[in-house]
Every structure is written in structure tokens, then in C-alpha cells.
């Protein structure tokens, strides 16, 4: 298997190439899809899979020109709403085979209500990584106040109420030495508190995570989830909508 973080620092976000046995995926790419096809050529490899952790409200996404490019098929989460463009939207657990490699699909709603994260098993069973979007970035977690501005009845209680289920049920309870791969670092406005590194083991995010602390409360978590978010970014809210509107 093989991993490549592709980070713009600019954006502060992380596109990802991963590939096994001549198939590859690439993870929330960027509008100028160019690098992920010189990639996957200088690797002799094939783009199979343009897996997208969320709707994203703060860049455009290249996954309909990768699409067209290499043919490779666009999935997202589970969602109630159509795309506009041809794309599979997967359930909860669905699995993807990639070469020797397995990616699972783990639905975690809260930063969005479609997020999900990618979870990468290896040939022998062994989960290696996880790449978890907006929902876990390293030292901090997704904020639950854009969507709300998407969805009329969701509010950023609700939403934070759904991420703190999803930390708590879907990805704490994963393996210590499971790699996190997260779409931002600090600089984006998609959190509050995160930290410059661009990945680190979750075993560790478990101890230094404030989000992930033992005994955690919901109704903590949703207090301190709140807590300090300054404005988004003027754009976000109608990127947002922009985004759902043309699903």
C-alpha cells in the first residue's frame, strides 16, 4: 500500500493519493486535478475511486473533472439528496476494494450530515489509517455551524450532538495505532484549536485531543464545541448552499 498526503498550505488542507496493486483513490482533491493524474501515471497506476469525506464549503472540489478525466466513480456518504453529477453514495460500512486494500466507509455526521470518514485495511486484515475529513483534525474536531445554515430545521446543537456520537461511537473505540489523516491542519477556519502537525496516531489524539478526553460528557462537549467559534468566513454559508443546492 501506498499513502501520499498532498497538502496545500495555502488552504491548509490535505488531499490524499492511496493505492494498492496498480488501483488508486484519491481523497477530497482539489479543483486542478493535474497532480493526481501525474501521480497515478508516474506510478503506473489506475484511479479507481474519488472518495469525498463531505460537502466542502471552503474550496471546490475536482471530483467531476477527475471523474470525467479517468473514470473513476465519485462516492460520498450517506445522504437523503441527489448529486447533479454521477456519484455513488454509499451507506454505512460499505466496503471498497482497492487493489489488495479494503476502504470502508464510516458515516460521522456532525461537521456535515453526509461526513463520513475512509477507514484503509490492509491486505492481511490489519487497519493501517483513517482519514477523517472535517470530522477529527489533529488537536481539534470539525465545527458543527455551518450546515445549519444548509439544513432549516438543524441547528449547531444538534449537529454537535451527532459529532460527539460519532467521535465517541465510531472512532474512539478504533485501534491506538490506527494513523489519522485529516483534510485541514491550523490555519483553516473548519475549526478552532488545530494543530500544525498534519497527522498523528489516534492512540494520541486520545490523550492530548481535548475533544476526546475520558468522561467527556455530551452536554460538556457541546458547550465546549461551541464555545469561542468565531464567524465563518463570509462565503461559507452560500458555498454551502451552493454546494447541497446543485447535489
Not at 94 to 106: D, P, S, V, Y
Amino acid at each position: 500500500m501506498n499513502i501520499k498526503q498532498i497538502y496545500t498550505g495555502c488552504l491548509a488542507q490535505g488531499a490524499y493519493y492511496i493505492e494498492s496493486n496498480g488501483e488508486a483513490a484519491i481523497i477530497d482533491p482539489l479543483r486542478e486535478i493535474k497532480p493526481y493524474l501525474e501521480l497515478a501515471e508516474k506510478r503506473n497506476s489506475v484511479i479507481k475511486y474519488i472518495f469525498e469525506t463531505h460537502f466542502h464549503a471552503d474550496f471546490v472540489s475536482g471530483h467531476v473533472d477527475l471523474a470525467k478525466a479517468t473514470g473513476a466513480t465519485i462516492v460520498y456518504g450517506p445522504t437523503a439528496m441527489k448529486t447533479g453529477f454521477d456519484a455513488l453514495i454509499a451507506t454505512d460500512g460499505q466496503e471498497f476494494k482497492l487493489g489488495n486494500a479494503t476502504i470502508r466507509l464510516i458515516h460521522t455526521p456532525g461537521h456535515t450530515m453526509e461526513s463520513s470518514c475512509y477507514l484503509m485495511i490492509d491486505e492481511d486484515g490489519k487497519e493501517q489509517a483513517i482519514f477523517t475529513g472535517d470530522t477529527l483534525f489533529i488537536g481539534d474536531v470539525g465545527r458543527p455551524d455551518l450546515a445549519q445554515h444548509v439544513i432549516a430545521d438543524m441547528t449547531q446543537e444538534k449537529l454537535a450532538a451527532h459529532l460527539y456520537d460519532s467521535l465517541h461511537n465510531k472512532i474512539m473505540p478504533l485501534s491506538d495505532d490506527l494513523i489519522v489523516y485529516p483534510a485541514h491542519g491550523a490555519g483553516s477556519a473548519c475549526g478552532k484549536n488545530m494543530s500544525k502537525e498534519t497527522s498523528d496516531t489516534l492512540g494520541n489524539q486520545k490523550k492530548t485531543n481535548y475533544a476526546l478526553r475520558p468522561g467527556l460528557s455530551k452536554e460538556d462537549f457541546i458547550s465546549e464545541i461551541l464555545t469561542g467559534l468565531t464567524p465563518p468566513p463570509g462565503l461559507f454559508p452560500k458555498k454551502c448552499r451552493n454546494e447541497y443546492l446543485r447535489l
